[in-house]
Each structure stands twice: as C-alpha cells, then as structure tokens.
C-alpha cells in the first residue's frame, strides 16, 4: 500500500497576495471595496493563467487573521492622513476621492465620514475665531507694554541728564542753600525728575553772601543756572 504525504497546501507569498489585489483592482472592479468571494475566483483565475505559484481557499481570503484577509483589510481602508491639531490631539482626515471612490455603495456608511469631516470643519472655524481673539488681545497689550517702555526710557534719559547736573554742581559748590535743595532733588528724583525744578522756582531767591569770594565785578550764578544744560 503506497504511503500517502499529508501536507498543507502551499500559501501565496504576501508579495503575490498584493499582486492579485492589485490585478483585481486594475481589471476587475477600480473602484468600491474588494468582496472576499470575488478575490477569492479572481486568486484561483491567476492561478490558472501561472500568474501565481498556488491556488487559495475561500478562507485564505474571509477568516479573520489569514493572510488574504489581512492584506483585503488594508486595501479596503480609507486613504487618510494623521494631522496634529492641538498639543496632544489629532485627528485623521480622509482622502475624499478614495473615499467616494470606496464607499459610492454604501450610501449610510459614506455619510457617517462626510458628516465626521464637516463636523471637523466646524470645528476648525471655531478654533480659528478663538485664536483671532487671542492674537487681537495679544497685540493691544503689546503695543501698550511699549507704549509704557518708551515712557520708561524717556524718564529714564531725564534722570540721567539730572544725576549728571547735580555731580556737576556739588563736585565744585558747597552752601547750604544748595545741599537743601539738592538733597530735595534725590529724594524725588525717581518718583518725579523734574519736581526739584518746581522747588526751586518756589524759592527764587538766593541770598548772596555778605562777603563775595571773588571780585566785587564777577557776579555769582543762580542755583538755577547751573541745572540748564550749556
């Protein structure tokens, strides 16, 4: 009695299971997703004609988890492209010919995308407008913060220009007229610059030392004098 060999029939390779799909698609059915029963007929075709190494089951191509299915899934899905839209989120937006072109038959399962899309699109105007009103409130406080730093910087010239005048004056003149009004002016001179200039024109008047240090001819300057810039 001869012995028999028992053994599995000889699968297709993954490049020949694409090989049929793209076949079908290209001569058989372009558009629309692929039925397990007709890739099935058009596999064993194939496999007739030599184009490919073996013949496959029914199975080969319906049960879940073999070969022929898993490739028949991926041909069937959507084309799609994975966007980020916010840190952590995304969302996946689908290619609309491939789409129309896969699912033209299946009417309620065609609108759930199209509404799942323009959903999306609503949403987007909403994020937008939001991001408008941001940047709008952005920009007003932009331009005040430099509105309030050329002012700084302003005040900031004007209390360099009085340090400088007073180092003038007191590296040559001592009186006490003068240290009054001097020290008047450092303690305003950060809150108010030029307050020491209003003081001084309260008190015009300098009284003039009963004995002149110099000659009687050379007449001595007003304290505020000496604060105008020469």
Known sequence: MANKSAGRKPKLSEGEIKKVIKKYK????????????DIHRYSNQLYAEGEI???????????????????VEKANEIFSETVSISKG??????????LVNKKYKDKDD?????????????KSIEIEEKLEKKI????????KTKTTLQEAEEKNDKLQGLVYRLSRILSDISNDEIEKRTDYAMKTVFSSPVAFLEFEKKNKTLEEPKVLPFSNNEKISKFSDRFRKK
């Open 26 to 37: 290209e001569n058989v059915q372009p558009m629309g997703n692929i039925n397990f029963s």
């Open 53 to 71: 190494s073996a013949s496959t089951s029914d199975s080969f191509w319906r049960k879940s988890g073999r070969p022929g299915r898993l490739e």
């Open 89 to 98: 989120r995304e969302i996946r937006v689908p290619n609309v010919v491939d």
């Open 110 to 122: 065609l609108l759930k995308h199209l509404i799942f899309m323009e959903k999306q699109f609503h």
């Open 136 to 143: 709008s409130v952005l920009e007003e406080n932009l331009h």
